[in-house]
């Protein structure tokens, strides 16, 4: 059975929900942008006209969320009284008390999200380390490893590159994730995993370490501008193959599109590569190619735009070799992220996508500084 300060812990954590997400303006807003939305030739600028709904939709999330989870606090009070008359039992107050609290982690979570990118899909590379065989296997456990997290929430994804390994696994893949605030949840996998296991690639049965990077950009959408200069662009086509390609190289489907970017701060230039091989359509890769570009150039402006991310890296490993930001130790039955010192023993649950925990302890400790 719950007790009296549980439940009034869960009073105030509602409360102050209500006050860091400012309802009662969200409310007044959102009935102001409504009204928005009864113009007569509100639909003759599709664009804008979508625009304004997802902001609408969102206010009506916060507010929805919140609505319900009041309610949830007020029935769990009820119960808690109930109790003593006998018109519920204590296991049906405890059943209440854990999902209240769910849905206010959730909520409290959702709210360190804050950033503009947060709120966009992501463009997650993963690239095999040194090692072979053996890391190019991690780095399709790692694949699998994401797109069974993506399905879990209800995400959207898609292979847009695909570099099949050796022998296994793979040596390097792009995968869009298309869904609510997918980068703000997934940029915590930015950095290096290491794996140590007894390799079933190693004829003594050796115990292996292998390394894998995974990269995580903001995957921009229409409501971001960006300027891409068309003359610093060009293209190469090629035919597609292997995993993905299926058109059996009849045809030159997929797409290379080189971009000489120069930094307008530094000066500095370097080549952006991005290879699409997504669909048998050619128009279509080179879409999603440019897509990409747009991603990665709304990036390194995030980050000259946002000096405090700076802040936020000075806590991160950087990414190479021997700096792990999560190292996998499969015989030992242990996951540890070494940001937040956060483990668990469920291997085979994080192996298949339940990495909300990680993710979890990665905001609730790099969050707050991110909004100082």
Do not use: C
């Not at 113009?39 to 999330?61: C, G, S, T, Y």
């Not at 070799?321 to 999560?326: E, V």
């Amino acid at each position: 059975m719950i007790t009296l300060d549980q439940l009034k812990e869960v009073e105030e954590r509602t409360a102050a929900l209500k006050r860091y997400l400012d309802i009662d303006s969200k409310k007044i807003e959102v009935e102001e942008e409504e009204l928005r939305t009864h113009v007569a030739d509100f639909w003759d600028d599709r664009d804008k006209a979508e625009l304004q709904m997802r902001k609408i939709k969102e206010l009506h999330f916060w507010i929805d969320s919140y609505t319900a989870l009041e309610k949830q606090a007020e029935e769990l009070r009820l119960a808690f009284d109930f109790v003593k008359e006998e018109l519920v039992t204590e296991e049906e107050v405890e059943a209440q008390y854990a999902e209240v609290i769910k849905e206010i982690e959730k909520l409290e979570l959702r709210n360190m999200l804050r950033r503009e990118e947060d709120k966009l899909g992501v463009v997650l590379k993963i690239n095999s380390g040194a090692g072979g065989t053996e890391s190019q296997d991690w780095a399709s456990m790692l694949m699998r490893l994401y797109l069974r997290y993506a399905e879990r929430h209800g995400y959207k994804t898609s292979i847009a590159q695909l570099l099949d390994g050796d022998e296994a696994g793979i040596k390097s893949v792009t995968i869009n994730i298309e869904g609510d605030y997918a980068y703000g949840f997934l940029k915590s996998e930015n950095g290096v995993h290491r794996l140590v296991r007894v390799s079933p690639y190693n004829a003594q049965g050796k115990r292996m370490t292998s390394f894998a990077s995974v990269f995580v950009t903001p995957l921009v959408d229409d409501t971001i501008e960006i300027n891409v200069e068309q003359a610093r662009i060009s293209w190469d086509t090629f035919r597609s193959g292997g995993a993905g390609g299926q058109n059996v190289n009849k045809v030159e489907s997929g797409v290379r599109l080189r971009y000489q970017y120069k930094d307008p701060y530094t000066g500095e230039e370097e080549e952006i590569l991005i290879e699409n091989t997504e669909t048998r359509d050619q128009p279509k890769n080179k879409e999603n190619a440019l897509r990409h570009l747009r991603s990665i150039l709304y990036e390194k402006e995030m980050n000259h735009r946002l000096e405090e991310q700076a802040k936020i890296e000075a806590g991160k490993k950087k990414i190479e070799w021997g700096s792990q930001i999560r190292s996998y130790v499969f015989d030992d039955r242990r996951v540890k992220d070494h940001r937040t010192n956060y483990q668990t023993s469920d291997v085979n649950g994080v192996m298949d996508g339940e990495i909300d925990e990680f993710i979890k302890a990665y905001l609730m400790e790099f969050a707050a500084t991110a909004e100082n």
